[in-house]
């Protein structure tokens, strides 16, 4: 605080950072704990906390709470609700009527950070709707549409870990925001970065009358009346003799998926209890992502084989997401991953709306996926008929596309990627962690009144419209510069200018496509230019061989990660799975030492 006297560092324009935060800052606790690190003299840790800025990046903002600039706090959340207040204002008219959505996840902090947003756009005059308890994050975008509010916030950081929080923005559109808003937002942060004095004062919610209304209730009866209405076998879920295992992972889901359970005509699953309410601390998870697979879902098991139950729902803290994991006929379990739920739910989406509207033209039917999970729908839609669409990775953008869809009066039957995150219908344009369970405990009851499990269908979907095999992983590497030094190379390969790998294996493979979204180079199109958006800021190219496996290698917008994706797309004549395992397995390998080479470049590998 300016009172003590001005910071010493021997960096004046560090020195003026930290006085400024401590003027600004009104919260001793911090003060004392950056009195602390000065003390240390670690100019180094300093200059990352107060001459960085967290930037907004997918959808908004994400990260370590602590003080400083370059972390969450009280200090820059109010900065970003202040920013994002004055480019709403700057949008047009009609803003405060319009208003905005609240919501927050059980993280620590995320109530307090929810507080300090909705006191700045109560002091402004701004109508806000803000959930009285914490709530999925697809509440919040479900209620910008229901209320047709300008904007919506939640206050989260998914499956993050237990030291993370993130504020995530939602446009009137319902979907996530895209370029250029998150720019522009993070400019107009920029430009009122000075926190006005009323921010702080949160008990202007207790006197803030119609200014502030909480949407449970009614969000509640208006999202659970949807999933009613789609549940087409009321009779079939109330009589299955299939026990459901679920666990909320210390997060926010246990209610709602127990409210969704009931309208489908469910009888009541078995909760993990451990898991069961929200925990900031996530005690029983080192990381609280059902995608983690076993690490994340041994509780859960364990609580199925002790009451007989075949099938394990799980979501992430939030509850956007959905992990399933069965056991097989065999007694062992089987964790599904992304693609695999995704072409479930696809083939029962489709199922659903055939029921539904039996008069309606396929080709008026969309499903999407993100460019870097499975081609599985691809596949289907051409024997199907339904219209298929990729898009970027993340659901900002399939969102924003099913929002141009739906203007057309398109039918959006599904969307999803492969990391869990699954959007069943169009009544949210999210992934949805709740309405997907459903869906999937629906499918599932289905499927046993014929004798059948996931597995099977999983099994005869690929049957069908052929194997999609795949392996999904990642190396860590907190080293902005050999990320680049990677990716550089492979587009300079073997030392020539703007020439990419051939093959793999010593010309075993041979690589007969390439797309570089960074670049915006795509080596399919005539001018070699790509159709999908390019960002200079992140690293993702995609390459395709000639026995049908597709690898996107790309970086992660919120973790240290070089992420990559493969997938074997087999025709439906290559039915010998062992073989395209054994391919993949190879092709996998020699992606990784050759591409990658994580030795060389001193990559972490992903633990187990």
């Not at 999983?458 to 680049?484: A, F, P, V």
Request: hydrophobic share 35%.
């Amino acid at each position: 605080m300016a009172s003590k006297g001005r910071v010493i560092t021997g960096n004046d324009t560090l020195d003026g950072k930290i006085n400024e935060y401590f003027e600004w800052y009104k919260d001793l606790k911090s003060e004392d704990e950056i009195h602390e690190i000065v003390k240390s003299k670690d100019v180094g840790v300093l200059s990352e906390l107060f001459l960085k800025r967290l930037q907004f990046g997918t959808a908004g903002l994400r990260g370590r709470m602590g003080p400083g600039y370059s972390q969450l706090n009280d200090l820059v959340i109010i900065q970003t609700g202040q920013g994002l207040l004055q480019y709403l204002i700057n949008g047009g008219e009609g803003f405060k009527e319009k208003g905005i959505v609240i919501g927050y996840d059980g993280r620590h902090n995320s109530h307090r950070f929810a507080e300090l947003t909705a006191t700045i756009f109560i002091n402004s005059g701004v109508k806000v709707y803000m959930y009285s308890k914490v709530c999925p994050t697809p509440f919040v975008p479900f209620a910008v549409m229901k209320y047709k509010c300008a904007a919506g916030i939640m206050i989260t950081a998914s499956h993050n870990p237990k030291e993370d929080n993130g504020y995530k923005v939602y446009w009137e559109n319902g979907a996530q925001i895209i370029p250029p808003h998150d720019k522009e937002i993070q400019k107009s942060i920029l430009d009122n970065l000075e926190p006005s004095l009323t921010s702080w004062d949160v008990s202007v919610l207790n006197a803030a009358g119609s200014l502030c209304k909480d949407p449970l209730g009614e969000v509640m009866e208006d999202y659970f009346r949807i999933i009613k209405n789609d549940t087409v076998y009321p009779e079939t879920n109330k009589s299955t003799i299939l026990k459901f295992t679920y666990t909320a992972m210390h997060g926010v889901g246990y209610e709602y998926m127990k409210e969704a359970f009931r309208v489908a005509n469910f009888k009541p699953f078995v909760v993990v209890e451990e898991q069961r309410d929200p925990d900031p601390d996530f005690p029983t998870v080192k990381f609280p992502n059902p995608e983690e697979g076993k690490s994340a879902l041994d509780l859960s098991i364990k609580t199925a084989d002790a009451n007989k139950s075949t099938i394990v729902l799980a979501n992430d803290p939030d509850a956007d997401r959905l992990g399933c994991a069965v056991r097989t006929k065999d007694g062992d379990w089987r964790i599904l991953n992304g693609n695999e739920i995704g072409a479930l739910l696809a083939w029962w989406m489709l199922h659903l709306h055939r029921v539904s509207h039996p008069d309606d033209n396929p080709a008026d039917a969309y499903m999407l996926a993100s460019t870097v999970s499975s081609k599985i729908l691809a596949s289907m839609a051409k024997k199907e008929g339904f219209q298929f669409e990729e898009t970027l990775t993340g659901f900002k953008w399939m969102g924003n596309r099913c929002v141009k869809l739906l203007e057309e009066k398109k039918h959006v039957l599904f969307a999803y990627e492969e990391a869990i995150g699954f959007m069943c219908g169009s009544s949210v344009l999210d992934k949805d962690g709740i309405s997907a369970g459903i869906r999937l405990a629906e499918l599932t009851t289905y499927l046993e009144t014929m004798g059948l499990t996931l597995l099977d269908k999983l099994e005869e979907i690929y049957k069908i419209y052929g194997h999609h095999i795949s392996d999904n992983s990642y190396w860590i590497c907190h080293n902005q510069e050999t990320i680049k030094k990677i990716f550089e190379r492979l587009r300079n390969f073997a030392g020539q200018q703007n020439t990419y790998p051939t093959s793999i294996a010593g010309g075993k493979y041979s690589i007969i496509a390439v797309r570089d979204l960074t670049t915006g180079y795509d080596s399919t199109k005539p001018d070699n230019k790509a159709v999908l958006p390019t960002s200079k800021s992140s690293q993702m190219i995609t390459f395709t061989f000639d026995n049908g496996l597709v690898s996107t290698l790309r970086t992660s917008g919120t973790e240290p990660k070089i992420k990559y994706y493969n997938e074997l797309c087999a025709s439906p004549e290559q039915q010998n799975i062992d073989t395209l395992k054994n391919i993949l397995a190879e092709m996998v390998s020699a992606i990784v030492e050759e591409f990658l080479m994580p030795k060389a470049n001193s990559l972490i590998p992903r633990s187990s």
